[in-house]
Antibody
Framework: EVQLLESGGDLVQPGGSLRLSCAAS????????MSWVRQAPGKGLEWVSD????????SYADSVKGRFTISRDNSRNTLSLQMSSLRVEDTAIYYC?????????????WGQGTLVTVSS | EIVLTQSPGTLSLSPGERATLSCRAT??????LAWYQQKPGRAPRLLIY???TRATGIPDRFTGSGSGTDFTLTIRTLEPEDSAVYYC??????????FGLGTKVEIK
C-alpha cells in the first residue's frame, strides 16, 4: 500500500524559512516523479513543484520560483521542500503527491498534508 | 498559462439525482484532464484521468467526458457520500499544472 507522510509544517514569520519532508513507502520511490501541491485555507488546489524520479529535473510554479527548492533522497525514500523568503500568502496545507509513471503531474496518491502558517 | 474554469460553483441536489459539473479550458488540452474529489479535512482523491478513464476503485456512477476545451463530470444517482468539492486539473505535456477552482456538491 502506498503511503505518503508529510512533516515539518509549522508557524513561521514572514521572511522566514522552513523545510518540509515527505516519507514514502509501498512503492519503488526512485521510479516516480513527485510533486508538492498546496491548498490555502478555504481555497482550491495549487501545484507548487515537482521533481523527476532520479532528481535531475525540477519544475516550479511562478509563485514560488526562486524561493522554494524541491529535492529528494532516493536512498531514504524522502521528498523535501525547502521554503525560504516565506510570505503570508504561502500559508497553506502542503501535500506531497505521487505522479503517475506515464502522465506527468497526474496525481495517483496523496499524503494527508502538513500545515504551514506564515504570520507575525 | 492554461486557465480552467469550473461551473457551477455550488450544486445542491437530492440523493438519486444526477450531477453535471463543467470544466472549460482557455485553450485545447486534448484529453489531459483529471478530476479529483476532496471531502472536508481530507486529501484529494483521483476520480478520472484522460478525461474519461475512471481511476482504480472509482464507482461507475462517476463518468467523465469531453476533449479539447470542454469537459464534464457526471455523477449518476447521487449518494450522500458524494458530498464533496470536485476539482478538474490539466496535467501532462506542459511543465506546470493547473487546477480549476472547484465545484462544491451538496446533498440535500
Amino acid at each position: 500500500e502506498v503511503q505518503l507522510l508529510e512533516s515539518g509544517g509549522d508557524l513561521v514569520q514572514p521572511g522566514g524559512s522552513l523545510r518540509l519532508s515527505c516519507a514514502a513507502s509501498g512503492f519503488t520511490f526512485s521510479t516516480y516523479a513527485m510533486s508538492w501541491v498546496r491548498q490555502a485555507p478555504g481555497k482550491g488546489l495549487e501545484w507548487v513543484s515537482d521533481i523527476s524520479g532520479n532528481g535531475t529535473t525540477t519544475s516550479y510554479a511562478d509563485s514560488v520560483k526562486g524561493r522554494f527548492t524541491i529535492s529528494r533522497d532516493n536512498s531514504r525514500n524522502t521528498l523535501s521542500l525547502q521554503m525560504s523568503s516565506l510570505r503570508v500568502e504561502d500559508t497553506a496545507i502542503y501535500y506531497c503527491a505521487k505522479e503517475n509513471y506515464y502522465d506527468a503531474r497526474r496525481f495517483d496518491q496523496w499524503g494527508q498534508g502538513t500545515l504551514v502558517t506564515v504570520s507575525s | 498559462e492554461i486557465v480552467l474554469t469550473q461551473s457551477p460553483g455550488t450544486l445542491s441536489l437530492s440523493p438519486g439525482e444526477r450531477a453535471t459539473l463543467s470544466c472549460r479550458a482557455t485553450q485545447s488540452i486534448s484529453n489531459y484532464l483529471a478530476w479529483y474529489q476532496q471531502k472536508p479535512g481530507r486529501a484529494p482523491r483521483l476520480l478520472i484521468y484522460g478525461a474519461s478513464t475512471r481511476a482504480t476503485g472509482i464507482p461507475d456512477r462517476f463518468t467523465g467526458s469531453g476533449s479539447g476545451t470542454d469537459f464534464t463530470l457526471t455523477i449518476r444517482t447521487l449518494e450522500p457520500e458524494d458530498s464533496a468539492v470536485y476539482y478538474c486539473q490539466h496535467y501532462g505535456r506542459s511543465p506546470t499544472s493547473t487546477f480549476g477552482l472547484g465545484t462544491k456538491v451538496e446533498i440535500k
